[in-house]
T-cell receptor, first 116, second 115 residues
Framework: ETGVTQTPRHLVMGMTNKKSLKCEQH?????MYWYKQSAKKPLELMFV???????ENNSVPSRFSPECPNSSHLFLHLHTLQPEDSALYLC???????????????FGAGSRLTVL | AQKITQTQPGMFVQEKEAVTLDCTYD???????LFWYKQPSSGEMIFLIY??????QNATEGRYSLNFQKARKSANLVISASQLGDSAMYFC????????????FGKGNQVVVIP
């Protein structure tokens, strides 16, 4: 496979469930990202991992827990979510050369999450 | 902090015609990059084109060109010879080279190409 792959594509969960979103990149990139896309709002950056270390957490509630076991895989663990967390969650990767200009992100197709 | 503004309502464009999508940005930095992404109904964000703030020529990639007007802080996307497959949401984004290089996105423009 090539590019960035996200699973599952669709997920419905109750507020008391625990689930995980998975992201895998086959591009040899050194940075991975989680974004949240809600209706009528710009994409919101949630977490950034660079060289498998979390380098950014944009005030995301603790019910979202990221994990990056290696440079190719990124998870988003979900527990006790709220209905307002329903959104499209996009994973992306890049070759992060901070300060050098073009940091082109390659995105996956997203995981559509519905919290009941 | 950077801010991206995309205010056009949804657009209908005739197949084979050109369409311009507006994007204005606000930053106090001199070094930054501007990006356009396309998001079809499948959900995947697809990178289209990039313009660096110091690039003197407008970027072009196939049917996509970026009309960069630095003094006006605008980075409009022009799609020439529209195709049915161009129907999608289009997002303008920018990053700050001296900062953490993270992309900030606008709210997007909806484009529907009609035959």
């Amino acid at each position: 496979e090539t590019g960035v792959t996200q699973t599952p594509r669709h997920l419905v969960m109750g507020m008391t469930n625990k689930k995980s979103l998975k992201c895998e990149q086959h591009l040899g990139h050194n940075a991975m990202y989680w974004y949240k896309q809600s209706a009528k709002k710009p994409l919101e950056l949630m977490f950034v991992y660079s060289l498998e270390e979390r380098v950014e957490n944009n005030s995301v509630p603790s019910r979202f827990s990221p994990e990056c076991p290696n440079s190719s895989h990124l998870f988003l663990h979900l527990h006790t979510l709220q209905p307002e967390d329903s959104a499209l969650y996009l994973c992306a990767s890049s070759q992060d050369n901070s300060g050098s200009g073009a940091n082109v992100l390659t995105f996956g197709a997203g995981s559509r999450l519905t919290v009941l | 902090a950077q801010k991206i503004t995309q205010t056009q309502p949804g657009m209908f464009v005739q197949e084979k015609e050109a369409v311009t999508l507006d994007c204005t940005y606000d930053t106090s930095d001199q070094s930054y990059g501007l990006f356009w992404y396309k998001q079809p109904s499948s959900g995947e964000m697809i990178f289209l084109i990039y313009q660096g703030s110091y690039d003197e020529q407008n970027a072009t990639e196939g049917r996509y060109s970026l009309n960069f007007q630095k003094a006006r802080k605008s980075a409009n996307l022009v799609i020439s010879a529209s195709q049915l497959g161009d129907s999608a949401m289009y997002f303008c984004a920018m990053n700050d080279w001296r900062g953490n290089n993270r992309l900030a996105f606008g709210k997007g423009n909806q484009v529907v190409v009609i035959p």
